[in-house]
């Protein structure tokens, strides 16, 4: 998943960052709208998420102070919990289940990929060893801070390595997509308005979020999404409900997560990760260029698409993966299946992971 926002630290406001709270977000939206509609009428999947992560790193590199609200970010996560629950067919397990060895294999080999980089950027002195573990590991980014924090990491750091990680892999994901021809029908913006049913969205809304906090009471990793995503995909391909969730909510969640990515990239976190950003954009280009291996050994086993398996092999963010999932022609149950396997498993893992590599650095 991506990470919640924070405001660690920051200096004397420069630039941007001089002008009111409320003057920035105008300045967000109205950069926003202008990064968007281009690559709306190019057809790139997933414009409605890259066109406001690129207006909030334009505004955060430029002195911007705001950041997006936790709760915004907790009603994001169930939302799109949600959405691609609607996706999820009956074969979400069966799928599991007919290639589990192949998927463990893909989701330890990426794990373990990840672990190396991070214990590589420790074995140079660049960053402490915890820190360059949590970083490099291939989870929702917002998980992996705050076990990173949990742990004795410096979150900062972290908070950039994975921040920089989620830009670069949603980026390149949105280019195979679209240069791919996998292309998903584009919404037109009058259909955003077109009614649904409202009592059960609210009563499906309020599950979510009740599943949400129940999941993140019961610390379980990147809960505000996996929660309501599991409760509401069993209810819905079980046929009990039907979730049914309006265009325009969904335009405002992949709004609000392309902020939340994109104004985490303040300068302070920039100054104080400068040294450790060559090493972690050479992590990020190995991590994905042996993701695309691992999809091209999907796609030799298992026949499948080549967006489909490049999507399941992607190392993170989970959210704004199923975005460009759910704007594209893909296998969704499979990319789910995977992007969750991993995610768990390297939640469980991580603790360890990072102690027996950062004492070895």
Not at 32 to 46: C, K, N, Q, R, W
Not at 255 to 261: A, D
Request: a neutral charge.
């Amino acid at each position: 998943m991506s990470p919640a926002s924070s405001n660690p630290n920051e200096t004397t406001p420069t630039g941007t960052g001089k002008l009111p709270a409320w003057l920035q977000w105008c300045l967000v939206g109205c950069l926003s709208v202008a990064t968007t509609v281009p690559l709306e009428i190019a057809g790139f999947p997933a414009a409605l998420l890259m066109g406001p992560m690129i207006a909030g790193i334009i505004v955060a590199l430029s002195g911007g102070t705001i950041r997006l609200p936790r709760i915004f970010f907790f009603g994001v996560q169930v939302v799109l919990a949600l959405m691609i629950a609607t996706m999820i067919s009956q074969d979400f397990l069966g799928t599991f289940a007919e290639n589990w060895l192949l998927m463990l294999f893909v989701v330890v080999s990426v794990i373990g990929v990840s672990t190396l980089s991070g214990w590589m950027i420790a074995r140079t002195g660049v960053l402490p060893g915890t820190t360059a573990i949590w970083g490099s590991s291939a989870g929702a980014a917002s998980t992996m801070m705050i076990m990173a924090e949990a742990y004795g990491a410096d979150a900062r750091l972290v908070a950039f390595m994975q921040y920089l990680r989620v830009v670069f892999v949603a980026t390149c994901a949105t280019l195979v997509a679209h240069f791919g021809g996998h292309d998903g029908a584009a919404v037109p913006p009058h259909a955003w308005f077109e009614p649904v049913p409202m009592l059960p969205l609210i009563a499906m809304l309020g599950i979510g979020i009740l599943a949400g906090l129940l999941g993140q009471k019961l610390r379980v990793p990147a809960g505000a999404f996996l929660v309501p995503f599991a409760l509401a995909a069993v209810l819905n391909s079980s046929g009990t409900v039907e979730i049914a969730l309006p265009q325009w909510l969904l335009v405002i969640s992949f709004t609000l997560l392309g902020w939340n990515i994109g104004l985490g990239f303040t300068r302070a976190i920039l100054l104080h990760a400068r040294r450790a950003l060559l090493p972690t954009v050479a992590s990020i280009i190995v991590l994905i260029s042996f993701s695309g291996l691992l999809a091209g050994l999907l796609i030799l086993v298992l026949g499948i698409d080549p967006l489909t398996a490049y999507l399941a092999t992607s190392p993170g963010g989970l959210d704004s993966i199923a975005i460009i999932a759910a704007s594209s022609n893909v296998n969704v149950a499979f990319i789910m299946t995977l992007q969750t396997a991993r995610l768990i498993l390297v939640t469980i893992l991580g603790p360890w992971l990072a102690r027996f590599m950062a004492d070895r650095a």
